[in-house]
């Protein structure tokens, strides 16, 4: 590394000491990345706050590293939190990495991120920023490096954010053993860093940079309120074009069941079966066959955009029926069915639906539509969550969403899958080890509201074994779900029994709302009527005193005249 290092020699200040600082997504690789540049374990992951760490190379040089809290973590503090890395860099600002992962989509939120950093930390930023992309060891794995990732349909505001900072990226493998990869990467990173100290004349972003930056914008909550107001667009456009082909989509299905209700007025019954359609066949079969596990079920797969539920589905039926794309913010828009027929004729249908927080009412709908394709019902839902990520603030509220659209009954037909399984294998931890190794509260309550019921998924797998035993057990959990429900299926019966008492459920918060505001009102009203109240006590206080002082005042001179004179004898 002596080459870089004389470099910055060159350049740079006569101060030794340069000070970088982390910013992204919870879950990117921030903390492990800081790691890797440090070259030791000092950053743990899940910081509510900036921490500074920092090594002195042989030759004398200090590299200090900035690691901050998750950039879209919700909250005004998190804001303010990571502005004060400011403060923790006394001589300024060498350079901003802003990390991204390959292992998941670039999404709706990292769309935004140059117009958030920008809006924290002012336009000259851009200046000082240097893009991570963190999982090299998923691109090594496929066979890719990253000119090849960036090139396959890379999302137009990810080119924006790459062009705006004159294309200064680097690839970081933080799980890598091979210290000849762990230098080369760090030594890449100082290349970058020493062409922003060129760039910007040897000049760090300090305070004084952060307060110009301030005064030259009109503040952050127009720009908020910009932000706002274009999702609140784009949203509205994306209504418009889905309602267009929901529209469509019903007229075709009330179309279908004509024809399915004309077809069977037709037919009447005869002292011999009737000659059944042969698309139909499966169906009249199952009828016939039915008992408490069905032979025919039908699976649908529910959870966050990213975390695997097109590849488990994949898995689920043998083959790659279902499309999975990192680089789409939501492959899957609508709800779809596919199935497939073991070699004892029992069928499995798979429905895949949208990223269940993918902030859209349109979403919510389609995702409702399932029971329309699950014919004689669902028996069983399959929460997926990712060993890959961090347990995310929207997936702590995936009970409530679920038994929002379903009712509280589904929880009844929940099976939690946990995809990431080659993770697991290649840090030698087992589902129990992940799971026990500070599981979240929410998580607990999850699976322990659903009895446990859970499974791991390795989708990347290319042993048949292990591909055949994760289905196998998946399998296993449908038909205990199965028995527990006597082997009803999840049907529109059941969700028009939860939309009833959800409704009733939602009137009750609501008057219990409207009585809260109302207590309040009232509270606020007796509250000031009683300071009114004392306000008016004093003053008549005060009108009496005043009064009783006047009204005693005009007798005085007229008795000190008769004094003098005599008239009054003591």
Do not use: W
């Not at 350049?11 to 790691?35: A, F, M, P, W």
């Not at 790459?162 to 100082?190: A, E, H, P, S, W």
């Not at 083959?319 to 680089?327: L, P």
């Amino acid at each position: 590394m002596q080459l870089e290092f004389d470099i910055m020699e060159q350049i740079s200040l006569s101060n030794k000491e340069k000070t970088l600082v982390l910013v992204g997504r919870t879950g990117n690789g921030k903390s492990s990345t800081g790691n890797s540049i440090l070259n030791k374990k000092a950053f743990k992951s899940r910081t509510r706050m900036c921490e500074l760490q920092k090594t002195v190379t042989k030759d004398g040089f200090i590299i200090n590293v900035i690691d901050t809290p998750g950039l879209f973590d919700g909250s005004d503090s998190i804001e303010k939190e990571i502005i004060k890395c400011i403060d923790l860099a006394k001589d300024g600002i060498h350079a901003i990495l802003v990390v991204f992962s390959v292992r998941t989509r670039f999404s709706e939120e990292e769309q935004i991120i140059l117009s958030v950093l920008q809006t924290l930390f002012g336009q000259k930023i851009v200046d000082y920023m240097i893009i991570v992309f963190t999982g090299g060891d998923e691109l090594e794995y496929n066979g890719e490096t990253l000119d090849d990732y960036i090139g396959q349909g890379c999302p137009q505001p990810l080119k924006d954010v790459l062009l705006q900072c004159d294309n200064r990226k680097v690839l970081f493998d933080n799980k890598t053993k091979d210290v000849t990869k762990q230098l080369q990467q760090v030594q890449q990173l100082l290349n970058l860093m020493n062409m922003i100290i060129s760039k910007n004349n040897g000049q760090p972003y300090t305070n004084k940079t952060f307060v110009k930056s301030q005064e030259g914008s009109k503040l952050k909550q127009e720009s908020s309120n910009l932000l706002k107001r274009l999702e609140e667009e784009r949203v509205e456009r994306l209504k418009i074009e889905e309602n267009g082909k929901l529209t469509q989509t019903m007229m075709n299905d009330e179309i279908q069941t004509l024809k399915y209700n004309l077809e069977s007025t037709n037919r009447r019954p005869t002292s011999r079966r009737p000659r059944v359609p042969r698309q139909l066949q499966p169906e009249f079969d199952m009828i016939e066959r039915k008992s408490l596990c069905n032979e025919e079920k039908t699976l649908v797969l529910v959870g966050r955009t990213g975390n695997g539920k097109s590849a488990t589905a994949n898995s689920i039926l043998g083959r790659n029926v279902f499309k999975s794309n990192r680089y789409s913010s939501s492959m899957s828009r609508i709800c779809e069915i596919q199935k497939n027929v073991t070699k004892d004729g029992s069928i499995i249908n798979v429905i895949n639906t949208p990223g269940l927080f993918d902030g859209s009412d349109y979403v919510e709908k389609e995702m409702i539509k399932c029971l329309d394709l699950a014919k004689d019902g669902i028996h069983a839902i399959l929460v997926v969550f990712s060993v890959r990520t961090r347990f995310s603030e929207e997936e702590q509220a995936t009970l409530r969403v679920l038994q929002t659209l379903f009712g509280h009954k589904i929880i009844d037909y929940m099976i939690i899958v946990f995809t990431g399984g080659d993770e697991l294998e290649y840090n030698k931890v087992t589902l129990d080890d992940y799971l026990g190794e500070e599981c979240p509260q929410t998580l607990k309550h999850i699976l322990h509201q659903c009895d446990n019921r859970k499974v791991l998924f390795d989708n990347k797998t290319k042993d048949e074994t292990k591909q055949l035993q994760q289905v196998q057990q998946l399998l296993n959990l449908v038909n205990m779900v199965i028995l527990k429900n006597n082997g009803q299926p999840y049907t529109n019966k059941t969700f028009v029994k939860s939309q009833e008492g959800s409704k009733l459920n939602q009137q009750t918060i609501n008057l219990s709302e409207k009585l809260e505001e109302e207590r309040v009102e009232r509270l606020k009203i007796e509250e000031n009527f009683k300071l009114t109240q004392a306000m008016l006590n004093n003053e008549i206080q005060t009108l009496r005193s005043n009064l009783e002082s006047a009204n005693r005042r005009p007798s005085m001179p007229r008795l000190q005249p008769m004094l003098r004179q005599g008239y009054i004898e003591g």
